[in-house]
């Protein structure tokens, strides 16, 4: 190892503004790498440094380890944060940055290649006596040998991409007659996402938590766990809530899992910051599942429950110094829960957002912390991953943790973008989520169709909304106009000024009158019920209003003319004016007419011009944000025209297919 005074930070988003703020905290030069998607994010204008890398998709620019070493080159960066996702579980990029004499912020090559293919690791823990899950590892992948595998193992069998991670390429087989299907599926997947078809199968451990253990090792023999953190709530998968401690962790259950995990380091000669992850079984029998050579996403809950910065840890180790810390060092303090912000409609069954951040403002409070890499104004795109933050708070026990995540998420301000906020604020209120029962099975088992549909609102927040929208309507006028007295805005010559909005709700539209009081406030109707509501204080996106003399604190934006969001404990709306939009109200469901949902590219189209489908059948598959969504015909009858092609990239709304819709 060798010294280093600057660093480039190999990454984007969130995690790259984290790693920077420690580094230049740390009185290091920062160097920050980006795409042309990516000219005016955060991450980029809070770094001494900025070099563009290329095209905003990732395998021309973040994926590109010769842009980002030639960066380097070209900046003097000493050494390499690679952050996690892209570059930072790759062996060959650790090898070429040794190569090239810098410094990899990481575990050696050596280290990365081995467990970061699941078969490999695997055969490794157990020659390690770490508790595995009985399952198949081997080389042979034909699907003969594989079927077979499985039968011995027993369903329900986990399928799961040997190179990856993050659900993609994974599939839960209950019955033999589906394994093959989704042998092919997880291939074709894993190839797409990794680039590997490799596969193995494990036995599906049913409902059980999903804890990790944070390890740290220096390159001095020293290894240490800095606790447990437990990820059980996840979506396919994927991880959306993170906590540490586990909520079911005992004294001895910890000591037992947290030397496995060292032992599971030390084994493989390990450096700097990692996590091994087991399955956790009611009987609190634990089993290797796989281990992430890198920073990991939820690593901010153990730095709230520890008080060590993990970023500077890593810093210190790629040093060559000691880490200082020994196990009876490591003290955990209170409780921290993460969850994941994502850029996603958890009503189109989580379908990732596109489109621009028009405001975002954090919430403040204590024991309240944000990684966020995102600002007002910024575009998300649909070349990366779509979570745009993560909402952390800490407290002295669980239950103050909770309560205080629960107010940071309603307390934020974020609009022009669906986000799945309200969803989580639903995860943590949950009884279940709040007695810290929850599995892995939790959401499936809670969050069904219709609990996950679009929230429709209530007479009070139409009547708030409405309120809000005449303020601001009126306010433009005001600018607009000459000779306009506070009287004349509010008062026609037949007496009280009464002013028309029709919100749409589920399948209705719904009417709202708002008229002015002369003592101030409004009358408001919606629809046969009437109700009194006084502003208080309006600012530019936050409001108190009493609606029948109850206080009510929102958040709002004016979008547009006729438009409005609107948030009211943390669940949002949006309200449209359908008055001053007749045209664009009229529906085109069951047009036949299929468009793209978001941009992505196009894997493989299923059907061509003559073919006849049924409402769901399959039309197409789009990968989008690193995750494949299938593209299904929402009316039956006869395809007329293909406009999509295989391995075409292909924008929000562009026309796919059109079919005949018969009479």
């Known amino acids: 190892m060798r010294n280093f005074n600057s660093i480039l930070i190999a990454n984007r988003g969130e995690i790259a503004v984290r790693v920077i703020k420690t580094a230049k905290s740390l009185g290091y030069r920062t160097i920050a790498v980006y795409s042309e998607a990516d000219a005016a994010a955060l991450h980029v204008r809070i770094a001494d440094e900025a070099m563009l890398i290329g095209p905003a998709p990732v395998q021309q620019s973040y994926l590109d380890m010769t842009k980002i070493l030639a960066a380097a080159k070209e900046t003097g960066a000493e050494a390499i944060h690679p952050g996690y996702g892209f570059l930072s579980e790759n062996a060959d990029f650790a090898r070429a940055c040794e190569d090239a004499g810098i410094v990899f912020i990481g575990p050696s090559a050596e280290a990365?290649?081995?467990?970061?293919?699941?078969a490999a690791a695997k055969r490794r823990m157990i020659a390690a006596d770490v508790p595995c899950v009985p399952g198949y590892e081997d080389h042979d992948q034909s699907d003969g040998t594989l079927v077979a595998a499985a039968k011995d193992i027993g369903f329900p069998i986990m399928v799961k991409a040997a190179a990856g991670g993050?659900?993609?390429g994974m599939r839960l087989v209950h019955e033999e007659k589906n394994l093959v299907d989704a042998l092919a599926s997880a291939r074709s997947e894993a190839l797409?996402?990794?680039?590997?078809?490799?596969?193995?199968?494990?036995k599906a451990i049913i409902e059980p938590r999903h804890v990790e253990v944070q390890v740290f090792a220096d390159n001095h023999g020293n290894v240490v766990h800095l606790g447990e953190r437990d990820c059980s709530v996840q979506r396919r998968h994927q991880k959306v809530v993170e906590e540490a401690p586990c909520p079911v962790m005992t004294p001895e259950l910890?000591?037992?899992?947290g030397s496995a995990a060292v032992e599971a380091a030390r084994s493989i000669n390990y450096r700097g910051a990692g996590t091994v992850e087991f399955l956790l079984d009611a009987g609190n029998n634990f089993y290797f599942l796989e281990m992430n050579t890198r920073l990991q996403v939820e690593h901010p809950v153990t730095e709230m429950v520890t008080g060590n910065d993990l970023v500077s840890l890593q810093i210190q180790v790629a040093q060559g110094e000691p880490l200082g810390i020994e196990q009876q060092d490591v003290k955990l303090n209170g409780h921290a829960i993460e969850v994941r912000l994502y850029a996603e409609d958890t009503a189109q069954d989580f379908l990732p957002c596109t489109g621009k951040i028009t405001t975002w403002q954090a919430a403040d409070g204590d024991g309240v912390r944000f990684d966020a890499g995102i600002d007002s104004g910024q575009d998300i795109s649909p070349f990366y991953d779509p979570m745009i933050a993560k909402v952390i708070a800490h407290g002295e026990s669980r239950e103050i943790a909770r309560h205080r995540l629960i107010e940071a998420l309603k307390n934020t301000v974020i609009f022009g973008l669906t986000t799945n906020r309200g969803f989580l604020i639903d995860i943590l209120n949950e009884e279940t989520f709040a007695k810290g029962e929850a599995t892995t099975a939790f959401i499936g088992d809670l969050f069904d169709g219709e609990r996950l549909a679009a929230k429709i609102p209530d007479q009070i927040e139409m009547a708030m909304a409405a309120v809000l929208l005449y303020q601001v309507e009126r306010e433009r006028a005001k600018s607009a106009a000459i000779f306009v007295t506070e009287q004349l805005m509010d008062w026609s010559s037949g007496g009280e000024l009464l002013?028309?909005?029709v919100f749409p709700a589920a399948e209705d539209q719904i009417d709202v009158t708002v008229a002015p009081k002369r003592e101030g406030g409004y009358n408001v109707m919606v629809g046969e019920a009437a109700l009194v509501i006084e502003v208080l204080e309006r600012s530019e996106n936050r409001a108190l209003l009493t609606v029948d003399g109850s206080r009510k604190r929102v958040h709002y934006e004016a979008l547009s003319e006729g438009v409005l969001e609107f948030t009211d404990g943390g669940k949002t709306l949006r309200f449209i004016n359908e008055i001053a939009f007749p045209e664009a109200t009229a529906s085109a469901a069951g047009s036949g007419q299929v468009t793209a949902p978001m941009h992505g590219t196009l894997l493989e189209v299923f059907v061509k011009a003559g073919d006849t489908v049924d409402v769901g059948t399959r039309l197409a598959v789009l990968e989008a944000m690193k995750m494949q969504h299938d593209i299904q015909a929402e009316v039956a009858g006869v395809v007329q025209n293909v406009i999509a092609t295989a391995a075409s990239?292909?924008?929000?709304?562009?026309?796919?297919?059109?079919i005949e819709v018969p009479e």
């Open 166 to 168: 993050g659900g993609r």
């Open 499 to 501: 002013t028309r909005y």
């Open 254 to 257: 910890r000591e037992k899992m």
């Open 649 to 658: 990239q292909v924008s929000i709304d562009d026309l796919l297919f059109e």
């Open 192 to 202: 797409n996402a990794f680039g590997s078809e490799e596969l193995i199968l494990e």
């Open 112 to 118: 990365i290649d081995l467990m970061g293919n699941k």
